[in-house]
């Protein structure tokens, strides 16, 4: 009986003890980031105060999603949605419709100066000319942008965190700021007549505005986009002409298209970069700042060599 009595007394214990946790999870902020990039900086600016979940994850292309029952239920439960905009979530509108949700909408690219598109790049996401690249974070400088959109969403969601978002935002700019000094100085040791590369698909626009490398693609800002055997055959003409170094992979893209190009020019393939996705904890991606740092010593390693 007192063993019995004592096993009851330690379960007891440890119940109780479960608890606090078990409200302190159920206390926080219910965030909805579209896609895994956005996620990251999400939780590195909201902290141990915000549950992230991202519809679009780990490796997962955003341009050709397709969202369940499931993702209109974790919205229905959100308290703050993070989009990118600038037409990169041609699904969301509709998702968001049929989930009622009466969340906050954060746009993380507010205040970004697009890059505009034109020709066949401009209807790649099924919208006008008018219309601008998405893929803005690209650029450190837009990243910490999206990371001041993202406190202040956060902070109007939850006005009671304000000083931990504003700590935890002030602490991520200041490693970005760190994360585009070395990426500058990484570029500054590339010859450049070597910084021109070719890429699986158009998402690199603002990364070679801001860092002077030229990316040429195959297909256009979209990877629904199929690249035609005349859009080949300039690349391939383009890749000898200008001795364009090396080709690179990405993560979410069919390889075959560069390893065709890859063995008509003699370019050589420089790797995987990363665009439109992060990795899993186990890829050498997991986050934001792993991702632009990969690119980075990637593009160096194969352009110096």
């Keep these: 009986m007192l063993t019995r009595q004592i096993l009851f007394g330690l379960f007891a214990a440890l119940l109780l003890a479960a608890l606090p946790s078990t409200a302190k999870a159920q206390d926080k902020l219910p965030v909805v980031a579209t896609f895994s990039i956005l996620g990251d900086l999400v939780s590195n600016v909201g902290g141990d105060r915000v549950a ?25 439960d959100a308290k703050l949605i993070v989009t990118n905009g600038l037409g990169f979530e041609g699904w969301l509108t509709r998702l968001v419709k049929s989930s009622n949700s009466k969340a906050r909408n954060v746009v993380a690219s507010k205040g970004v100066k697009p890059r ?27 990243a910490k942008t999206y990371v001041a959109n993202i406190r202040d969403g956060l902070i109007a969601a939850d006005p009671a965190g304000k000083a931990v978002y504003e700590a935890n935002a002030a602490a991520y700019l200041d490693k970005l700021e760190a994360l585009d000094r070395e990426i500058r100085e990484t570029i500054a040791k590339i010859p450049p007549e070597r910084r021109r590369i070719i890429t699986t698909h158009d998402a690199f626009g603002y990364f070679s505005d801001a860092y002077g490398v030229e990316f040429v693609a195959p297909q256009g800002v979209s990877t629904e986009s199929e690249a035609s055997a005349r859009d080949v055959a300039r690349i391939i ?11 690179f992979l990405e993560n979410i893209s069919n390889p075959r298209l560069l390893k065709q190009i890859a063995d008509e020019t003699g370019a050589k393939v420089g790797g995987t970069l990363y665009s439109d996705a992060l990795t899993d904890e186990k890829g050498p991606a997991p986050t934001y700042i792993d991702l632009i740092r990969h690119n980075i010593r990637t593009l160096s390693a194969a352009l110096q060599s």
């Design 116 to 142: 505009k598109l034109a020709g066949k790049h401009a209807h790649d996401h099924g919208h006008g000319p008018s219309d601008g690249d998405p893929h803005a974070w690209q650029s450190v400088a837009n």
């Design 237 to 247: 003409t383009q890749i000898k002409k200008q001795k364009i170094p090396a080709v």
């Design 52 to 76: 992230v979940k991202s519809l679009v994850g780990a490796n997962g292309d955003a341009h050709v999603y397709s969202p369940s029952p499931a993702d209109a239920r974790t919205l229905a």
